[in-house]
Structures are given as C-alpha cells and as structure tokens.
C-alpha cells in the first residue's frame, strides 16, 4: 500500500507563487508515473500535470501550461508542483495521484490512478 502526503497548499495573492509537495511512503517504488489533479467547490475534479516514471515525460493541462512545473525527486518519493503566476480561478484542492508500481506513463485521467492524498487547498485572492 502507498500513501500519498501533500503539503505546500495555502492562501497567495494573484501573481504569486507556491510550491506543493507529495510524498510517498508505505510500499514505495520509485519509478512510476505520478499526477496532480485539482477540484474546484461544485466542480470535478480536473488533470493539472502529470511526470512519468523517470521524470523525463510531463505533460499539462492547457490552463496551467507556462505556469505550473511538474518535478520529481525519486530518492525522496517526492513529486512537486511549483506555481507561479497564480490567478484566482488556480482556487482549489489540489490531490497527488500515483499509478500503481510498474506503470510509468504519463495518463491524464483520475481512473488510472491508484493512489490519492488526501489534498491541500490553494486560495488564491485577487
């Protein structure tokens, strides 16, 4: 079983920046594919980014792209998000995601993901 730890979340004014962490523990690998996803009051919840097993693949969701960097330290298990340039409607929980051991490709939608934090919330003001 993994467990999925986020941190990092908190209130920013527009334009700021903050920079969530995930980290692993449990039974742990290194190498497989991790996302964030985010969920907005009355919304589903939506793809954000998401790195591949080695960090060498990332891919975004078009409303953050430029904005928001997908990174991972493998020895740490720990998958971060650095914001920048937020804007009110960045406002949400944002939730780490993980596939399972083995599976290191990039995947964008909640469904093919195993593992779940349990959140952090982002308040972004104008």
């Known amino acids: 079983q993994v467990q999925l730890v986020e941190s990092g979340g908190g209130l920013a004014q527009a334009g700021g920046s903050l920079r969530l962490s995930c980290a692993a523990s449990?039974?742990?690998?290194?190498?497989?594919?991790r996302g964030w996803f985010r969920q907005a009051p009355g919304k589903e919840r939506e793809f954000v980014a998401a790195?591949?097993?080695?960090?060498?693949?990332?891919y975004y969701a078009d409303s953050v792209k430029g904005r928001f960097t997908i990174s991972r330290d493998n020895a740490k298990n720990t998958v971060y998000l650095q914001m920048h340039s937020l804007k009110p409607e960045d406002t949400a929980v944002y939730y780490c995601?993980?596939?399972?051991?083995?599976?290191?490709?990039?995947?964008?939608?909640?469904?093919?993901?195993?593992?779940w934090g349990q959140g952090t919330q982002v308040t972004v003001s104008s």
């Open positions: 790195i591949s097993g080695s960090g060498g693949s990332t």
């Open positions: 449990g039974r742990t690998f290194s190498f497989y594919a």
């Open positions: 995601a993980a596939r399972n051991p083995g599976q290191t490709t990039v995947v964008l939608t909640t469904q093919l993901y195993n593992y």
